[in-house]
């Protein structure tokens, strides 16, 4: 007899995604409609990760067909995946780390700063949305109270102040991460598996993407979207764009 087919992992995401839809869409167009104003102005929109497998949303929307060629990804490898986990975990839980990273991308008065995070308050999380803040930025969070509310005040993986990305920021967005992220639970085992965070951040990432292109249009803006580069006449049409953000994006 064919087994049958384990739908649970794709039944848990659309319960996420369509919960983020309903409860979400207007904030999610507010962040999106600052996004745009960063487009209008001619500024970047840095994105950072504040940590381990969070780091990733950075790259998911750099540099890629369809995305927007002004993103400036605030990639720090001491708590970046490529670093061997324990010791991006060691930096994930030290203050000093987010605020320099903002000072060495140059975040001003008047940016957009977007955090992700998926617990929301590591040293690295906090430090960077309140560095952006202190310089006058704006700082969108998406990130889980459902890990805030379940992990003690005093745990040591904490940001020193306490606070939460959602305490911090001045768009706040939700993605219902469940506290320890795994989703799945397999007979015979009792550690549940399958770690959901970057699935729906990813989805939430590309979201606020389409938001923001379609708000630019709608305001007779022009979004610098890039082409693949891997067609024919994808390196020519991303040609002006490269000299436009190549100075400005440094891991362009």
Not at 9 to 21: P, V, Y
Request: aromatic share 10%; with cysteine.
């Amino acid at each position: 007899m064919e087994a049958k087919t384990d739908l649970r992992l794709l039944e848990t995401f659309n319960a996420l995604a369509t919960k983020f839809e309903q409860e979400q869409g207007e904030l999610l167009k507010k962040a999106a409609s600052a996004m745009a104003d960063a487009i209008e102005n001619d500024r970047l929109i840095y994105i950072y990760g504040g940590g381990g497998h969070t780091a990733l949303v950075m790259q998911e929307l750099f540099w890629r067909a369809g995305g927007l060629a002004n993103i400036c990804p605030m990639i720090d490898f001491a708590i970046h995946p490529v670093t061997p986990a324990y010791m991006y975990l060691n930096h994930e839980r030290m203050h000093g780390i987010g605020d320099g990273t903002v000072d060495y991308y140059g975040v001003k008065e008047n940016d957009l700063v977007i955090v992700f995070h998926s617990y929301g308050f590591n040293p690295p999380t906090i430090d960077c949305a309140m560095e952006a803040k202190r310089r006058g930025a704006t700082v969108i969070g998406v990130s889980s109270k459902d890990w805030d509310n379940n992990i003690p005040k005093d745990f040591p993986i904490r940001h020193k102040s306490g606070n939460h990305l959602s305490d911090v920021v001045d768009i706040y967005i939700e993605n219902y991460v469940p506290f320890g992220d795994t989703v799945i639970k397999v007979e015979g085992l009792e550690q549940p598996i399958t770690g959901i965070s970057s699935t729906i951040d990813f989805y939430i990432a590309h979201r606020l993407e389409m938001e923001c292109v379609k708000t630019c249009v709608a305001r007779g803006v022009e979004p610098p979207v890039w082409s693949s580069a891997n067609i024919p006449g994808g390196d020519e049409k991303n040609k002006a764009m490269r000299e436009r953000y190549n100075s400005r994006v440094k891991f362009l």
